[in-house]
Structures are given as structure tokens and as C-alpha cells.
């Protein structure tokens, strides 16, 4: 029942981490490589471009993240590949062996890779885990949700794949 109560929220950035607020609305996404969980290399944000993107930064110890990670992969398989990329970034929750056992035991297969420092600052303020980005084909971050979002994320990525852009910029509850 808990794990119910928070899925609207999401779980707050530990001690020292950033805080605040503001519009990722058309800021260019950072141009991350990072190192794949299953140790295969390491994939590039930039190289994503010509693809809708969607990030979610998330850690192994939230619970709101993990309520969340079944749509994500729901997600992640109802896009094509050629217009869509679902990528876990996946924050403070241990050694890669660690994590790829656990997003194994959660039926995960959408592209995760390791966060380090300074990862979740580069897409600006951090208010907590989840944070989700949603990225245009030209790189651009085009609207930033905190704490589970549900149908909405699915509306988005498609109007977003389908016209290139969103048409509702206004702030809603838990989303910029």
C-alpha cells in the first residue's frame, strides 16, 4: 500500500544532492556517454539523435521508480526502435553487477546504463528520483517530469514521434 501512496511522488534527492526547479523546455541535451549495465560499451546521448529519446534517471532503492519500471518497458516495446529510445540511467544504487542483477530480476530490457557524477546535474536542477526527460529527434529536451507519470508519458512520446513537437508547453502538476 505504500509503494500506491508514493507512485504519484517520487523519492527525494539524497543529502547533497541539487534542488530546484525551472523549464527544460528546448535546452540542448547533454551529450553523455556512458557505460552500458550489461558491460558492452557505452552508448552516447548525441549518437540518439534522429530518435525521439525518453531519460529516466532512477535509482535501484526508490521505490516510486521501480512501481514505474514495468510501463517504462511497456513503453519501450510499443515504440519502434527506429523512431524511439527508452534509456535508464540508473543512479547511486551500487556496483554494475549489483544493478544488472536487479533490473534482470525486474524483467528489464530497455537500454540502462550507469550514471556517475555530475549526470543527473547535467540536465539542469535535481528535485529527486524519478526524473524523467524527453528528448526531440534534434536533441533538445522538450519537457522534464518528476515522480510517476502514467498515460500521459505515452501521449507525449507519440504526439511527439508523430509531429516533432508538443503542443502544450503549460506546467501540470509534477511535469514542466
Not at 543529502?15 to 558492452?40: M, Q, Y
Not at 548525441?46 to 517504462?72: M, N, Y
Not at 515504440?79 to 540508473?90: E, K, R
Amino acid at each position: 500500500m505504500l509503494a500506491t501512496a508514493l507512485a504519484g511522488f517520487g523519492c527525494n534527492a539524497p543529502k547533497g544532492a541539487g534542488t530546484g526547479s525551472g523549464s527544460s523546455d528546448d535546452k540542448a541535451a547533454p551529450e553523455l556517454v556512458l557505460s552500458k549495465v550489461d558491460g558492452s560499451g557505452t552508448l552516447s546521448l548525441a549518437e540518439q539523435r534522429g530518435k525521439v529519446v525518453l531519460v529516466d534517471l532512477w535509482a535501484t532503492w526508490c521505490a516510486p521508480c521501480i512501481s514505474e519500471l514495468p510501463h517504462l518497458q511497456e513503453m519501450a516495446e510499443g515504440f519502434s526502435p527506429d523512431d524511439f529510445l527508452m534509456l535508464g540511467i540508473v543512479l547511486e544504487s551500487g556496483d554494475r553487477e549489483d544493478v544488472q542483477e536487479f533490473i534482470g530480476e525486474k524483467g528489464i530490457h530497455y537500454a540502462q546504463v550507469m550514471g556517475e557524477d555530475g549526470t543527473k546535474e547535467s540536465f539542469g536542477p535535481f528535485l529527486g528520483y524519478p526524473t524523467k526527460y524527453l528528448i526531440d529527434r534534434e536533441g533538445r529536451v522538450v519537457k522534464r517530469y518528476f515522480g510517476v507519470i502514467g498515460d500521459q508519458l505515452k501521449a507525449d512520446i507519440q504526439t511527439l514521434i508523430e509531429t516533432g513537437a508538443l503542443p502544450d508547453k503549460a506546467e501540470k502538476s509534477g511535469v514542466s
